[in-house]
Structures are given as C-alpha cells and as structure tokens.
C-alpha cells in the first residue's frame, strides 16, 4: 500500500484509502474536466473539497501540490514505475489519466495529437477567454465603466464559438470519437450561461455548439461532475 504521507497537502486533506487517485477539486469547469475522466474510466478515486479561498487554495499544504494556487490537482499512489505521482494542470491531468486508463485519448498516435491540440484550444484560448468574460460580466469586472474590457472578451468567446460550430459540422465530438476534448471543452460551454452571458454571445444563433453540449450534458459522468467534490 502506498505511503502518502510525504505530500504535505494529506495533513489537510487526510487521506482515508492511500491506494486510490487522490483528487483535490471543486466543480468549476476546470475542476469538473477531471472529475468527469474519473467517472468516465472508472478509475478509483476519492475526491477532496478545497475551495477557492486563500485559505485553502494558497495554504502551503496545497501549494505543496500545486504552487500556482489552482484546483485541480491529483496524487496518483500508482504513478510511473509504480511510485506515487503529483500532478497540477487540469489539461496534464486529462492526458495523464487517459493514458493511464488507455480510454479517452484516441486509437492511434495521429488521432491522439488531434485530441491533444483540442485539448490545448481549449487551456490556451476556451479557458481564459471565457474566464475573463465571466469576470467582466458578472463578478467584480463588470463595476468597470470603461466597455473596452468586456467587449474584448465577450467578441474572443464569440470568435472562439465559432471556431468549434465550424469545426462540429457533421461531427458528434470535436476530435472524432468522444474523448479527454469534449471534457475539457464542455464544462466552459456550460459556464457561459453561468455567466448570464448567452445573449452577449449571440448563442441562439449557434446551431453545431448548442447540440454538441446537449449530448455532453446528457452523459451520466459530466452531470455526476458538476458536483463532485459536493459544494
């Protein structure tokens, strides 16, 4: 059995089965991609609450496992070579666990680098872009006077929409068959009318997005993620 004491972040989350997945989430949408990949494999897991504030995302048991301060993160106590593994970065955990469970990521080397580079739209553009806007629309942002902001991330989220209704044509998932993508994807999809921001967006005008997000939402696994850890 695998000895999880030498992670600090276990003295604040106590570990009650040291050989399962160790996962430190919330479900936001970066926090529900993972969660939603463990539920999809069935690789055994336990799941830690650890809310957004600092006294707990910046508490040094968590940077021990995460220095940027981010959910989620993971302890794998099966890791390479049988050693146990840490690892933060929602996008590195999908790939990480999908080749762990040989599911998710692809048939061939060809089809797992498309999955990949949806994989990566998604962490450098769908993710912040989606983000700010939530900021500028609804949180703290949207005091600002100055339009210019809002706007600015409100006609990137457009911009990025249209990308995937282009890309989803004649297509039920982005990159072939379902896989770690549409997890990654969907969850920030789903955030925008979190976000009240479906309008803004022009989203009745979306015919391929709006479907796609249906099937995923229909899933057994992504609507088990949207609470897991529970709020």
């Known amino acids: ?13 106590p570990v009650e089965d040291p050989t399962k997945i160790q996962l430190f989430s ?28 600092d006294a707990n ?19 794998d106590p099966d890791g390479p070579g049988g050693e146990p593994i840490g690892l933060f970065e929602s996008g590195a ?15 061939t080397p060809a089809e797992r680098y498309k999955v990949i580079q949806w994989v990566m739209f998604q962490m450098g553009g769908v993710g912040p ?7 500028f629309v609804r949180y703290a942002g ?32 982005i990159a072939g068959d379902y896989s770690i993508a549409d997890m990654a994807i969907c969850p920030w999809l789903n955030g925008i009318d979190g976000y009240g921001a479906k309008g803004l967006v022009d989203w009745d005008g979306l015919r391929n997005v709006p479907a796609y997000l249906d099937r995923f939402n229909a899933r057994p696994a992504a609507q088990a993620a949207r609470n897991i850890p529970p709020r």
């Open 1 to 13: 059995m695998a000895d999880l004491s030498a992670f600090p972040i276990t003295a604040k989350w």
């Open 26 to 53: 919330y479900p936001t949408p970066n926090g529900q991609k993972v969660s939603c990949l463990l539920e999809e494999t069935g690789l055994p897991y336990e799941a830690h609450r650890v809310t957004l504030e």
């Open 57 to 75: 995302v910046r508490s040094p048991e968590f940077l021990s496992l995460n220095p940027n301060n981010k959910i989620p993160a993971i302890i």
């Open 142 to 173: 949207r005091a600002i006077e100055d339009p210019r902001p809002r706007d600015r991330y409100v006609n990137e989220a457009k911009r990025l929409l249209n990308v995937l209704e282009g890309q989803l044509e004649g297509k039920e998932w």
């Open 93 to 107: 955990i999908l790939i990480y666990l999908a080749e762990k469970s040989g599911k998710f990521l692809g048939r």
């Open 129 to 135: 872009m989606f983000g700010q806007m939530g900021f």
